[in-house]
Nanobody, 125 residues
Framework: QVQLVESGGGLVQAGGSLRLSCAAS????????MGWFRQAPGKDSEFVAA????????NYTNSVKGRFTVSRDNGEKSMDLQMNSLKPEDTAVYYC??????????????????WGQGTQVTVSS
Protein backbone atom coordinates (compact mmCIF):
# COMPACT_ATOMS: atom_id res chain seq x y z
CA GLN A 1 0.00 0.00 0.00
CA VAL A 2 1.40 3.35 -1.04
CA GLN A 3 1.47 6.06 1.60
CA LEU A 4 2.67 9.65 1.51
CA VAL A 5 2.82 11.36 4.88
CA GLU A 6 3.53 15.06 5.27
CA SER A 7 4.98 16.63 8.37
CA GLY A 8 6.50 19.93 9.48
CA GLY A 9 3.53 22.22 9.21
CA GLY A 10 2.64 24.69 11.92
CA LEU A 11 2.13 28.31 12.88
CA VAL A 12 4.82 30.84 12.05
CA GLN A 13 5.05 34.61 11.87
CA ALA A 14 5.45 36.38 8.58
CA GLY A 15 9.07 36.35 7.50
CA GLY A 16 9.71 33.06 9.25
CA SER A 17 10.59 29.64 7.89
CA LEU A 18 9.21 26.12 7.92
CA ARG A 19 10.45 22.88 6.42
CA LEU A 20 7.88 20.39 5.22
CA SER A 21 8.75 16.76 4.70
CA CYS A 22 6.97 14.04 2.77
CA ALA A 23 7.77 10.44 3.68
CA ALA A 24 6.88 7.79 1.13
CA SER A 25 6.33 4.09 1.56
CA UNK A 26 5.09 1.27 -0.60
CA UNK A 27 6.68 2.52 -3.80
CA UNK A 28 10.07 2.94 -5.44
CA UNK A 29 10.29 6.68 -5.08
CA UNK A 30 13.01 7.11 -7.70
CA UNK A 31 10.51 6.11 -10.39
CA UNK A 32 8.14 8.99 -9.67
CA UNK A 33 8.12 12.72 -10.17
CA MET A 34 6.92 14.46 -7.02
CA GLY A 35 5.19 17.69 -6.24
CA TRP A 36 3.73 19.99 -3.63
CA PHE A 37 0.30 21.55 -3.89
CA ARG A 38 -1.59 23.72 -1.46
CA GLN A 39 -5.16 24.70 -0.81
CA ALA A 40 -6.23 27.75 1.13
CA PRO A 41 -9.71 28.01 2.68
CA GLY A 42 -12.29 28.79 0.04
CA LYS A 43 -9.78 28.53 -2.81
CA ASP A 44 -8.88 25.97 -5.42
CA SER A 45 -5.85 23.75 -5.07
CA GLU A 46 -2.67 25.44 -6.29
CA PHE A 47 0.58 24.02 -7.62
CA VAL A 48 3.58 25.00 -5.51
CA ALA A 49 6.66 23.05 -6.61
CA ALA A 50 7.69 19.87 -8.36
CA UNK A 51 10.83 17.83 -8.88
CA UNK A 52 11.48 15.12 -11.41
CA UNK A 53 12.68 11.64 -10.53
CA UNK A 54 16.38 12.49 -10.13
CA UNK A 55 16.11 16.13 -9.09
CA UNK A 56 17.49 17.47 -12.37
CA UNK A 57 14.29 19.34 -13.23
CA UNK A 58 12.55 21.57 -10.70
CA ASN A 59 9.59 23.86 -11.16
CA TYR A 60 7.97 26.44 -8.90
CA THR A 61 4.93 28.59 -9.10
CA ASN A 62 5.92 32.23 -9.54
CA SER A 63 4.73 33.34 -6.13
CA VAL A 64 7.21 31.11 -4.28
CA LYS A 65 10.27 31.42 -6.52
CA GLY A 66 13.28 32.56 -4.55
CA ARG A 67 11.59 31.70 -1.24
CA PHE A 68 10.84 27.98 -1.43
CA THR A 69 13.23 25.14 -2.26
CA VAL A 70 12.16 21.60 -3.08
CA SER A 71 14.49 18.64 -2.72
CA ARG A 72 14.27 14.87 -2.63
CA ASP A 73 16.23 11.93 -1.29
CA ASN A 74 15.27 8.78 -3.16
CA GLY A 75 17.32 6.62 -0.84
CA GLU A 76 15.44 7.94 2.15
CA LYS A 77 12.16 7.96 0.21
CA SER A 78 11.49 11.54 1.12
CA MET A 79 10.88 14.96 -0.35
CA ASP A 80 11.26 18.27 1.45
CA LEU A 81 10.01 21.79 0.91
CA GLN A 82 12.06 24.49 2.60
CA MET A 83 9.90 27.58 2.93
CA ASN A 84 11.58 30.88 3.79
CA SER A 85 10.30 34.45 4.01
CA LEU A 86 6.80 33.15 4.57
CA LYS A 87 3.86 35.43 3.92
CA PRO A 88 0.29 35.31 5.22
CA GLU A 89 -0.84 34.37 1.71
CA ASP A 90 1.17 31.15 2.02
CA THR A 91 -1.34 29.95 4.59
CA ALA A 92 -2.87 26.71 3.33
CA VAL A 93 -2.96 22.97 3.69
CA TYR A 94 0.07 21.61 1.86
CA TYR A 95 -0.08 18.27 0.09
CA CYS A 96 2.70 16.17 -1.36
CA UNK A 97 2.05 14.01 -4.39
CA UNK A 98 3.82 11.37 -6.43
CA UNK A 99 3.21 11.31 -10.17
CA UNK A 100 3.09 8.78 -12.98
CA UNK A 101 6.19 6.88 -13.94
CA UNK A 102 8.16 8.57 -16.69
CA UNK A 103 5.67 11.36 -17.03
CA UNK A 104 6.52 14.81 -15.73
CA UNK A 105 3.74 17.37 -15.80
CA UNK A 106 4.64 19.41 -12.75
CA UNK A 107 1.62 21.64 -12.28
CA UNK A 108 -1.18 19.29 -13.38
CA UNK A 109 -2.89 17.59 -10.43
CA UNK A 110 -4.24 14.75 -12.57
CA UNK A 111 -0.66 13.77 -13.44
CA UNK A 112 -0.10 12.69 -9.85
CA UNK A 113 -1.21 9.24 -8.80
CA UNK A 114 -0.66 9.33 -5.04
CA TRP A 115 -1.41 12.05 -2.51
CA GLY A 116 -0.72 12.66 1.16
CA GLN A 117 -3.26 13.75 3.72
CA GLY A 118 -1.89 17.28 4.00
CA THR A 119 -0.26 19.42 6.65
CA GLN A 120 -1.48 22.83 7.78
CA VAL A 121 0.76 25.86 7.38
CA THR A 122 -0.44 29.07 9.00
CA VAL A 123 1.48 32.32 8.61
CA SER A 124 0.43 35.15 10.90
CA SER A 125 0.91 38.79 10.00
Amino acid sequence: QVQLVESGGGLVQAGGSLRLSCAASGLTLSEYPMGWFRQAPGKDSEFVAAINWNGAIINYTNSVKGRFTVSRDNGEKSMDLQMNSLKPEDTAVYYCAAGGRGYYAPSIPSAYKYWGQGTQVTVSS
